[in-house]
């Protein structure tokens, strides 16, 4: 079982900037890749943000050039720096971590962490 756990998040202004961190403990598994989603109020659940254990990451179209997604592997641990927040990106913060599990792979998902953003 891998339990991943989200903290970072809070109240910020329109334009302002926050950091999510967010730490998996494989308990012995290998983990693959590392996810950020969200969920807006009355919307679905969307990705944000990905990584590879090589670094290589990928965004969302609405993210792009504005929220940056790292990883310390020795540790499992990912963030995701938002700037220039707007207020469309207010939202629960879900971090994943994938592992390979009989050639399938299964991803956790922590309880989230609320971002808020203010006009």
């Known amino acids: 079982q891998v339990r991943v756990v989200e903290s970072g998040g809070g109240l910020v202004q329109s334009g302002g900037s926050l950091r999510l961190s967010c730490a998996a403990s494989?308990?012995?598994?290998?983990?693959?890749?590392m996810a950020w989603q969200r969920q807006a109020p009355g919307r679905q659940r969307e990705f944000v943000a990905d990584?590879?254990?090589?670094?290589?990451?990928n965004y969302a179209e609405s993210v792009r050039g504005r929220f940056t997604i790292s990883r310390d592997s020795a540790v499992d641990t990912i963030y995701l720096q938002m700037n220039s927040l707007e207020v469309e990106d207010t939202g629960v913060y879900f971090c994943?971590?994938?592992?390979?599990?009989?050639?399938?792979?299964?991803?956790?998902w922590g309880q989230g962490t609320r971002v808020t953003v203010s006009s």
């Open positions: 990584i590879t254990t090589a670094g290589a990451a």
């Open positions: 494989a308990d012995g598994f290998e983990i693959t890749s």
């Open positions: 994943g971590a994938t592992r390979i599990s009989g050639r399938m792979p299964v991803t956790s």
